[in-house]
Structure formats: C-alpha cells, structure tokens
C-alpha cells in the first residue's frame, strides 16, 4: 500500500497553520480535515493545490523529511513565518457567508450555482497564488474593492449575488474564465469538492449547521479571541 507522505504532513502541521491563522480550534475541526485529506490523498492533494505551485519542490521534501521527524514548534514557526498567513482567518470568514448563501439557490438554479462556486474558489484561493495577482487585480477592478483584502472581495461578490447583479456576476465568470489554468483549475476543484464522500463538519458543534447557526458563528469568529469586534464590511461598487 502506497505510503500517503503529503496528506501525513498535512494532518500533522494543521493544528499549527490554525493556531498561526488565528482560526479557534472548533472552527474547522481537525477530524473533519483528516477526513478530506484521506479521500483526497497525494495526488489529488497535489492536483488540487497546483495553482500554489507547491507540486514539485513540496514532493522532493517530503520524500526526504518524514513529518514525524519535525517538531510541533517547528511547525509552528513556519506557520507564523508564512507571509500570507493573517489573510486566512478573513478568508474563511468570508466563506463561511458564501456557505449561508450557497444553500439558498433553489434546485433549477443549479447551473447559477455551480458558475458561484468556480467563481469563489478563485476569489478564495487566488489570494494565496503567486500566480494571482494579476486575476486578483482584474476581479478588484470588477468588483469596485481593494484586492489587498480578498476577504472584501468575496464579500463584495457575495453582495453581486444577492443583488442578483447579472452583470456583475457575467464580469467576474468571464474573467476567469480569461485565465485559462484558474478556469481549469476552478472546474477541476468543484467537481472534486461535489464527489468527496465524507461530510466533515465546518464547526465542532451539534446540531448540524444551519443557516442561522452559520450566521452567529460568523459573527464569533470575527469578535476575535480577545472579545474586539473586527467588524469591518467593504465598500462595493461593482461595475
């Protein structure tokens, strides 16, 4: 049986990339996590995260540095040292409204829903790329916000969606769809997203999340671990 190098480094550095995240720790449980990775395995892992451009040094080091051989601290570290690390808790944030709205499209607004999904996986991933940049850019200028906070423009997507703005929603897919290996990419990532078997949970809760649920958490992970609220909603002018 093949040994799963990348989804062991994974599941073992998780607890660290959350803490360095700012993420609390029942926000996107570890069981839930592990569970995805194990579906998924190397190389759709691999597959999955080719936008990140990790692939080919990632393997070579995994292959020479077990992930039981590297300390918790060390984990650590590199998670605080990572450079994009503090856009991940907005990130998430954000996503957690796009689920809330994700589950109000209605059954023959399956087609409307698939072209928002493709379209937040780009919104939600580009900001991590080095490859980015330039679709960021074109999407901030879409979406009339700044593409320093991508948590403003999923947002501000988000608010194109509810408003039901055509046009704006038209900009945006098209964009994309401009960037031949995102479009690819954001294509591969949904259809892998609707197969997975599991269904891990989103918070360390129960009953299951509901709408209403999602909402107040939403609203607890922006308070911050010190109670100040970090309420900070984006100015759109989409057009």
Same mark, same amino acid.
């Given at each position: 049986?093949?040994t799963?190098?990348?989804?062991e480094?994974?599941?073992?550095?998780?607890?660290?990339?959350?803490?360095?995240?700012?993420?609390?720790?029942?926000?996107?449980?570890?069981?839930?996590?592990?569970?995805?990775?194990?579906?998924v395995?190397d190389?759709?892992?691999?597959?999955?995260?080719?936008?990140?451009?990790?692939?080919p040094v990632?393997?070579?080091?995994?292959?020479?540095?077990?992930?039981?051989?590297?300390?918790?601290?060390?984990f650590?570290?590199?998670?605080?040292?990572?450079?994009?690390i503090?856009?991940?808790?907005?990130?998430?944030?954000a996503?957690?409204d796009?689920r809330?709205?994700?589950?109000?499209?209605k059954?023959?607004?399956?087609?409307a829903?698939?072209?928002?999904?493709?379209?937040?996986?780009?919104?939600?991933?580009?900001?991590?790329?080095?490859?980015?940049?330039?679709?960021?850019?074109?999407?901030?200028?879409?979406?009339?916000?700044?593409r320093?906070?991508?948590?403003?423009?999923?947002r501000?997507?988000?608010?194109?969606?509810?408003?039901?703005?055509?046009?704006?929603?038209k *900009? %945006?897919?098209d964009?994309? /769809?401009?960037?031949?290996?995102?479009w +690819?990419?954001? &294509?591969?990532?949904? #259809?892998r997203a609707?197969?997975?078997?599991?269904?891990?949970? *989103? %918070?360390?809760?129960?009953? /299951?999340?509901?709408d209403?649920?999602? +909402?107040?958490? &939403?609203?607890?992970? #922006?308070?911050?671990?010190?109670?100040?609220?970090e309420?900070?909603?984006?100015k759109?002018?989409a057009?």
């Amino acid at each position: 049986m093949k040994t799963e190098t990348v989804t062991e480094w994974l599941k073992r550095s998780y607890s660290s990339f959350k803490q360095g995240s700012g993420l609390p720790e029942w926000v996107l449980p570890a069981q839930g996590f592990s569970e995805v990775v194990d579906e998924v395995g190397d190389d759709g892992i691999l597959e999955m995260s080719r936008p990140l451009k990790p692939a080919p040094v990632l393997k070579k080091q995994i292959e020479k540095l077990p992930p039981d051989m590297v300390s918790p601290e060390n984990f650590q570290n590199a998670a605080k040292s990572w450079a994009l690390i503090s856009r991940v808790k907005p990130v998430i944030e954000a996503c957690f409204d796009a689920r809330v709205i994700l589950t109000s499209f209605k059954e023959d607004d399956l087609k409307a829903k698939a072209d928002v999904l493709r379209s937040l996986c780009v919104l939600a991933v580009a900001p991590f790329s080095p490859e980015g940049e330039t679709t960021l850019s074109e999407l901030a200028s879409i979406l009339g916000t700044d593409r320093e906070r991508p948590s403003d423009l999923i947002r501000c997507y988000l608010d194109a969606v509810l408003q039901n703005d055509l046009a704006t929603l038209k *900009l %945006v897919n098209d964009c994309i /769809a401009s960037h031949a290996e995102w479009w +690819r990419w954001s &294509v591969l990532f949904a #259809k892998r997203a609707k197969s997975l078997v599991c269904e891990p949970k *989103l %918070v360390a809760v129960t009953p /299951a999340l509901s709408d209403d649920i999602a +909402r107040v958490l &939403v609203e607890m992970i #922006k308070e911050g671990r010190n109670g100040e609220s970090e309420r900070d909603y984006p100015k759109c002018s989409a057009g």
